[in-house]
């Protein structure tokens, strides 16, 4: 199995730096602890700063929380309406003409979301292997400063149905045969071990789990296809499933779905809202082992 076609590596980046077709982005968020019995399981806070302190030559810089999610949901993160985005993405010299390309720090996961937002508006971007973190493992070239930004752009989304589903979706799904919903939280949270910042402890019922974590080398970048396919068939995850992929914030749940994105298969969707609202609502059941 060869590289997923939505992957850029290290070395590839860095023979395309300066083509004036490329937009580059650092999508970094940082997930602060908050006091405990807040009402919020973390704070979303941009990465702006370690942005400054240094970032691939010519990046630009996006702000998941602050412009591209719901400002009125409960939950961070939430996809906001098609207006919001087009105009966002405009602002930061983004279409579908250009190389866009997508990395951040720690974790590949924030970029992940971004890719996974711009195909269900139907433009495809490239996510970088490792993130920063390889970049400057390697000791490849590092710019300081605030962004400088690219020439604003006409941002015009193709919406794509069924990227995104609500828990009423999710729970209609449960117990149906030709759906398998994909926790990709650690294994300690999907069975209800430890506590959970989300509200209660434990899993969609009847969900799998293929931890984020665990399609991650220790270099940041992603494993190999073939181990992921792997990972996801030991759990029932298999291309004439509909796949349902949830987490905590729908973020790491898109370090899933691009891997099964790159493996072929086609009915895929995330939980948005995930575990940030399933675990707070009463309602709705939960299992633990």
């Avoid at 806070?45 to 942005?51: H, N, S």
């Avoid at 691939?56 to 939430?78: K, N, R, T, Y």
């Avoid at 919001?84 to 405009?90: H, M, V």
Wanted: overall charge negative; some cysteine; aromatic content about 10%.
């Amino acid at each position: 199995m060869t590289q997923p076609t939505a992957l850029i590596t290290t070395a590839q980046l860095a023979a395309i730096l300066g083509d004036p077709a490329l937009r580059l982005y650092d999508c970094t968020t940082y997930n602060e602890p908050v006091p405990p019995g807040s009402d919020v399981p973390y704070r979303a806070v941009p990465g702006d700063k370690t942005f400054a302190e240094g970032h691939i030559p010519g990046a630009g810089f996006l702000d998941l929380q602050g412009e591209f999610s719901d400002a009125s949901a409960q939950q961070f993160f939430m996809m906001p309406g098609v207006p919001q985005l087009e105009a966002a993405f405009g602002r930061h010299g983004m279409d579908a003409t250009k190389t866009i390309v997508l990395y951040s720090i720690g974790t590949m996961m924030w970029s992940t979301r971004f890719w996974w937002m711009l195909r269900s508006l139907g433009v495809e971007a490239k996510v970088l292997d490792g993130g920063f973190d390889k970049w400057k493992a390697e000791a490849r070239p590092i710019e300081q400063g605030a962004p400088k930004g690219y020439p604003p752009a006409t941002f015009k989304a193709s919406p794509r149905a069924g990227f995104f589903v609500d828990k009423s979706t999710v729970l209609s799904r449960i117990g149906d045969a030709s759906t398998v919903t994909v926790n990709a939280l650690g294994p300690q949270f999907h069975r209800g071990l430890e506590p959970s910042r989300y509200g209660r402890p434990g899993r969609v019922p009847g969900s799998v789990n293929v931890s984020a974590a665990t399609l991650v080398n220790p270099d940041k970048t992603l494993t190999t296809l073939a181990d992921a396919e792997a990972r996801f068939a030991s759990q029932g995850v298999t291309r004439d499933k509909n796949v349902i992929c949830y987490c905590g914030g729908g973020i790491s749940a898109t370090i899933d779905l691009f891997l099964l994105t790159a493996l072929g298969y086609d009915n895929l969707t995330l939980y948005d809202a995930s575990m940030g609202e399933w675990a707070r609502d009463a309602n709705l059941p939960i299992e633990t082992d």
